[in-house]
Each structure stands twice: as C-alpha cells, then as structure tokens.
C-alpha cells in the first residue's frame, strides 16, 4: 500500500531535525541532498550502490559526450518557449532571467543553459507522461540559451502546473521548471530546478524538501521582480544560479539519480 501525505510529512520532518541536530552539534549543513531520501521513495532504487568503473584511459574522454546544437546554431528563438509553434501557447506568461556566476561572484559567460517543464496544465510533451490532463499542441516545453558576457540568460515560456506523481497517495509536484547548466566543461555539469515563491504545495514534496539545509533550499525559489515584467506580456522572475562553493545552487535530487 502507497503511504499516505501524513507518513510523507513525518518521514520529512525527521530528515530535517536529523540535519538540524547534526549541525547543532558542530557539523556543517549537508552541500548535497542525500542520494538515498526515504520520503522520495524512488531514491532508494535510482542511485549507485557500489564503486564507480573507470572506462578508458584518456581524461579528456567525457568531453566526447559534450553538449551538441544539433543541425543549427542556438538562435532568440529557443529560449522563447511561447514561439516555437504556429499558435500561442495557453497559460500565463513569464519570463525567467537571472545570472549564472562562481563562487567568487564572477560571471560565467558563454555558457549553455537548457530548460524543460510541463505546461500550464502540469503535462510534459513527452509519451511517458499519461496524466490525464491536457496537450498543449503550441507548446513543447523545451528551450536553450547561452549566457552573455555578464554571466545572463533569459527564457520567456508559461507558467508550469502542477502534476500529480506516484510517490505516495495523494502526491502533487509544485510548479517547477528544469535546468541544465554546463559550466565550464561538461564533467562540472549541474541539473536542478527552480521553484516559484509562494507556492502551497513545498511542505509535501519530498524532492524539494530532500534539500534539509533551509537556506539552500530557499535558494531554489525564484523571486518574482517587477522590473523584468513585461507590460501587457508576461510577469518577472529572477534567478540567479551560482555553479560552485558554499552558496553554491543545489543539484536537483530527482535528476541526480
């Protein structure tokens, strides 16, 4: 039988005063969600349980597997997700910017940045998805961007929904949109997820909540900012990622598997 939200909920409220007691005593809060989190049931069976297989000799071998661009350059319109298609997408209108810098704040220029959601109805346009919810026919929810000389990318796109998921019964994901980064080489890759400020639903889901230290969770939370709201067209929200160090954003634990 699938566990109930309550069992959920309690299972993440002794993770965190598990983290709480450990830096009270002297620790450091954790600089990763933890590979196996019981609450995100999955965890348990998705990451490795035994040493990792060097294949090869020649180091710079993973850099054979790099990002690709496919037939063409990256070009304004992949980071428009609303204008990929012939029609306009349904939802609400945002647009997400911020910077991508290191640890010593300093932009980290050039780079690519990948992003994926579900649409406004909280559905991916992908075969695997069966949510009985709909298809968006002028929306795939995918896009691409390479950072400029300050270290800024931008993507205009619809607010995600939320979607249901088997974790436990009655298991709702908050709105969320995916994000791959490459620094700079592809072994410093990072993906994660940025979350929308206010959301209701953050005290259920145990993938956010896997993150136990409150200030690195709370850096996974976009902040809505007026100034990059488009009058008529889309309202703003800053996120700025930063790929190394103590404030470093966090890898997403559902991807990291």
Same mark, same amino acid.
Do not use: K
């Given at each position: ?42 965890? =348990? ?16 071998? =993973? ?111 908050? =709105? ?8 700079? =080489? ?72």
């Amino acid at each position: 039988m699938a566990p109930t939200q309550d069992e959920i909920s309690a299972e993440i409220a002794a993770a965190r005063e598990s983290t709480a007691r450990a830096v009270a005593a002297g620790g450091a809060p954790p600089s990763h969600p933890g590979r196996d989190y019981p609450p995100y049931r999955s965890s =348990a069976l998705r990451h490795p349980r035994r040493p990792l297989l060097r294949v090869g000799a020649d180091p710079e071998a =993973a850099e054979w597997h790099g990002p690709v661009f496919g037939v063409t350059d990256i070009t304004a319109l992949d980071a428009d997700l609303t204008r990929q298609h012939q029609g306009e997408p349904l939802g609400e209108r945002i647009t997400v910017a911020g910077r991508v810098l290191d640890r010593g704040g300093r932009p980290v220029r050039g780079q690519l940045v990948e992003v994926w959601q579900a649409n406004a109805s909280g559905r991916y346009a992908h075969r695997r998805d069966q949510h009985p919810a709909p298809l968006d026919p002028h929306f795939t929810g995918v896009g691409r961007c390479l950072t400029d000389d300050q270290g800024a990318y931008a993507f205009t796109t619809v607010r995600p929904g939320a979607y249901p998921w088997r974790n436990h019964t009655n298991a709702w994901r908050p =709105a969320h949109i995916h994000f791959s980064l490459f620094g700079t =080489a592809f072994t410093q890759r990072l993906v994660t997820q940025m979350y929308f400020p206010g959301d209701p639903l953050f005290p259920y889901d145990p993938i956010l909540q896997s993150v136990t230290d409150s200030a690195a969770r709370a850096r996974l939370v976009a902040a809505y900012d007026h100034r990059l709201s488009t009058p008529e067209r889309s309202l703003g929200y800053r996120w700025d990622i930063v790929l190394d160090g103590p404030a470093a954003t966090l890898p997403d634990p559902e991807e990291d598997h």
